[in-house]
């Protein structure tokens, strides 16, 4: 290696103490059993089928046909629905699961629930539907405001269906159609399909030995009950103040809804396995009169801007100045495989992880600050590298812990909660007596119907997608395959990421709704990649692949790295702005190789290389 500008020592950081340290905190939590740990919401003893917002209505099922079938609500398939219709599709039908639109923010309205994206570039299409955010950070029910607003600005309302799961998708080879059936016994039938499953979208509760035998009340924070815990998202828990309460998790939901526990529960014990970084959030109102005084596409300005800060890209300023565009070169290298330029890698490494620990040591001491209980203060210090978790923020989270009537609970010694009796939770071999147990244990993290096989789905001549799939997908752009025409996928599979997953469904949206609109153009109605055009983008995405297991592999377990079986996905490595910028050049020199000379068409699509 060259002579670095910087040495290990500087600010007193010695790395090799550091790196020591860091594995010990992780070794202390790893799980043989991985992600087996976790078992489903669903079941005997589970919230997945309840609904506690809207009551489930008798309908007869419906065998109509539609132009598009989009299959979830949250922010992906609204976008989708509404750009659908823009290109100039009168029938575009909604389905989901739940009783609205919304998404995540339909199912979580737990006490304090916050988005942690700023508004302006966060909400979807604020310009077109007037909506002003009253806050920098939304709270979750004007998010989920917004998101009805949405359906209605674009009439999505009278074709949905809600609480209603799809079952199967099958192809009809004659008619050039799929035909999709639900757990309500319907059988429509609709010319393209667009699968939105949302990235957290599957609740998932921990394995904990005797969790079935606890005789008191739970919940988990995406079914919050407060008919038992009085109050609403604002607080004013009034149900626990004779209750002893148990909240398990410390991660982005935790951090939100500790505060109002530790406010109202008479007693509120804390279970953390890691430590989250927690920053100052600094929540504010915003002015209204801002938002008048910007001219037309400011928005998309923003949210431009907002992606290349955090992505590496280069920007003349920074517009949005918070917690995730001051920390964007610790993103960098783990979201987009973006290094800065002028020296050697290693030399880039070296300096990152110096600038790394100088963050994360402002970070412990910014617990030090605020903790009084110097041994408590010890517990909630996160020894590990930025972006192993993801970043959480909160002005009322750790202050929390000063109030007398909070006991935090570290179980990392113990692989976790060892046990749960009828009236308690045990830790090692000391119990908890709890009057409820709330699970702020998150999401089974991007798992959609179509990849776990709750919703099969078959092609052209008969063919299943996961068969096909078998040594892993193959897609062009992460949108579709060959031998299942009309059908779209949403979400991370093969494309690009970011911090701000709107954005990212936002452009997918678009091109769909671009390649849709395009297929309509020509008369076609039949969109179909071809193998050649599909392996080329498989080629390219090896190609500019970016290995971040060596980095997951040092990372405290969590969501981000398998906990700790870490795993190098197939993503279009160079970022999220770059492939969006992909997308635009395919779309203006190659779309029309997707669409069939006409309907049903039994030909295989492109045999261009459209990788590139």
Not at 294 to 320: C, K, Y
Request: hydrophobic residues 35%; glycine residues 10%; aromatic residues 8%.
């Amino acid at each position: 290696m060259s002579q670095t500008p910087l040495s290990d020592s500087i600010h007193g950081i010695d790395l090799e103490v550091l790196r020591a340290k860091y594995r010990r905190e992780r070794d202390r939590r790893i799980r043989p059993d991985g992600l087996r740990q976790y078992r489903s919401a669903a079941g005997e003893f589970g919230y997945y089928a309840t609904d506690p917002y809207v009551p489930r209505a008798d309908r007869e099922p419906v065998t109509d046909r539609v132009d598009a079938l989009v299959v979830g609500g949250g922010f992906g398939g609204l976008l989708t629905a509404a750009y659908l219709k823009k290109a100039g599709l009168e029938r575009v039908r909604l389905m989901d699961e739940a009783g609205d639109v919304g998404g995540t923010w339909y199912w979580n309205r737990y006490p304090g629930i916050h988005c942690d994206i700023e508004s302006t570039v966060y909400l979807p299409l604020l310009e077109e539907v007037r909506t002003i955010p009253a806050l920098r950070y939304a709270q979750g029910e004007q998010i989920r405001r917004h998101a009805v607003a949405l359906a209605e600005h674009f009439g999505l309302y009278p074709e949905a269906l809600f609480h209603t799961r799809a079952t199967a998708l099958r192809w009809l080879d004659p008619d050039g159609e799929w035909l999709v059936e639900t757990d309500r016994g319907d059988r429509m039938r609709a010319t393209y399909v667009v699968v939105s499953p949302g990235s957290l979208s599957q609740p998932k509760l921990p394995g904990i030995p005797g969790i079935q035998d606890f005789r008191g009340h739970t919940f988990h924070t995406s079914r919050w009950d407060y008919a038992y815990t009085g109050g609403t998202a604002d607080g004013e828990l009034t149900g626990l103040r004779d209750k002893r309460v148990a909240v398990v998790g410390t991660g982005a939901t935790g951090v939100q809804v500790i505060p109002h526990l530790a406010r109202d529960a008479q007693h509120l014990f804390v279970f953390q396995r890691t430590p989250a970084t927690v920053d100052v959030r600094d929540n504010r109102p915003l002015d209204p009169r801002w938002f008048q005084q910007q001219e037309p596409g400011w928005q998309g300005r923003r949210m431009d801007n907002f992606l290349a800060s955090i992505t590496g890209e280069p920007v003349d300023e920074d517009m949005i100045q918070d917690g995730w565009t001051s920390t964007s070169r610790l993103q960098r290298a783990y979201l987009s495989g973006v290094q800065e330029t002028g020296l050697p890698r290693q030399e880039q490494q070296l300096l990152d992880e110096l600038l790394d620990a100088h963050t994360m040591n402002g970070i412990r001491s910014r617990v030090d600050r605020i903790v009084q209980d110097p041994a408590t203060a010890q517990l909630l210090k996160p020894w590990y590298r930025y972006m192993c978790k993801r970043p959480c923020f909160s002005d009322h989270y750790l202050q929390a812990f000063n109030r007398p009537n909070v006991t935090l609970v570290d179980t990392a010694d113990h692989g976790g909660i060892t046990r749960m009796t009828e009236s308690g939770v045990v830790v090692g071999d000391q119990e908890y007596q709890v009057d409820c147990v709330v699970f702020a244990t998150g999401f089974d993290v991007g798992v959609s119907g179509v990849l776990s096989g709750t919703l099969p789905v078959t092609g052209r001549g008969g063919r299943v997608l996961l068969e096909t799939w078998r040594e892993g997908p193959r897609t062009l752009h992460g949108f579709y395959s060959p031998g299942f025409p009309n059908l779209f996928h949403l979400g991370s599979l093969q494309n690009a990421s970011a911090v701000n997953f709107v954005h990212i469904l936002h452009e997918q949206a678009r091109h769909i709704a671009a390649v849709v609109g395009r297929a309509e153009q020509l008369g076609s109605r039949t969109v179909e990649p071809g193998p050649e055009a599909t392996e080329s983008w498989q080629a390219t995405l090896r190609q500019v692949a970016v290995d971040t297991t060596v980095f997951q592999a040092e990372c405290t377990p969590g969501y981000y790295n398998g906990e700790g079986r870490t795993v190098r996905p197939l993503n279009y490595s160079p970022g999220p702005v770059a492939f969006h910028d992909l997308l635009a050049r395919w779309r203006a020199e190659h779309l029309d190789e997707v669409i069939a000379a006409r309907p049903g068409s039994a030909g295989e699509g492109s045999r261009a290389g459209a990788g590139r």
